[in-house]
C-alpha cells in the first residue's frame, strides 16, 4: 500500500473516532469524551510515525507471521522459566532435613510420624507458666523465648 493511501485511512478512522468521542462526550461526560479522543488519536499517530507500515505488511506477509510467532514462543518460554526457578528456589529456601542423618527437621527422634499432623490443644496458662525453657543456643535466642514466654505462645 501507498504512503498517501495509510494516511488517508487513518486520518479518516481518526476523524470517525473524534465525531464519536464528542458523542460519548456529551451523553456519558468529558473523562469519557477525553478517553475516546485519545484512542481515536492512535491511528493518526501510528500513520505519522510509520507504524501503520509495519502492520500492513505484517498482515499480509508469512515471514512476519512467523517472526511474530517465534517472538511469542520466546516470551512464553522466559515467562515458565522464570516460573519454574522461582519455585525452585522456594524449595531450597526451606530446607528438608536436619542435621541429624536424613530425618525431617521438624520430627522429633521420639514421636512417630503419624502424630506430628494432629493439633494440640493449648496448655492452660498455668502450665505455660511453670513449664521450663531448652537452654538457648545463644542470647538473642534466648530473648526471643523469653518474650514468647511471657506472651503464652511458646
Known amino acids: 500500500m501507498s504512503d498517501t493511501l495509510i494516511f488517508a485511512i487513518s486520518l479518516g478512522v481518526t476523524l470517525l473516532g473524534l465525531v464519536l468521542s464528542w ?5 456519558r461526560g468529558a473523562a469519557s469524551g477525553m478517553r475516546g479522543a485519545a484512542l481515536s488519536l492512535l491511528p493518526l499517530a501510528a500513520a505519522l510515525t510509520g ?3 509495519f502492520f500492513v ?8 507471521w512467523a517472526g511474530a510467532v517465534v517472538a ?7 515467562v515458565v522459566s522464570g516460573a519454574m526457578l522461582s519455585r525452585r528456589a522456594g ?24 502424630k506430628q ?6 496448655a492452660p496458662r498455668r502450665a505455660v507458666e511453670r513449664r521450663e525453657a531448652a537452654p538457648a ?11 514468647l514466654r511471657n506472651r503464652g505462645i511458646k
Do not use: H, N
Open 117 to 122: 499432623g494432629r493439633a494440640q490443644a493449648p
Open 72 to 78: 511469542g514462543l520466546a516470551v512464553l518460554l522466559y
Open 23 to 27: 458523542g460519548v462526550a456529551r451523553r
Open 57 to 64: 505488511t505484517l498482515a499480509f506477509s508469512p515471514v512476519r
Open 91 to 114: 524449595r531450597e529456601a526451606a530446607p528438608a532435613t536436619g542435621a541429624g542423618g536424613g530425618k525431617p527437621a521438624g520430627r522429633p527422634a521420639g514421636k512417630p510420624a503419624g
Open 51 to 53: 507504524a501503520t507500515e
Open 137 to 147: 543456643l545463644d542470647d538473642d535466642m534466648a530473648e526471643i523465648e523469653e518474650i
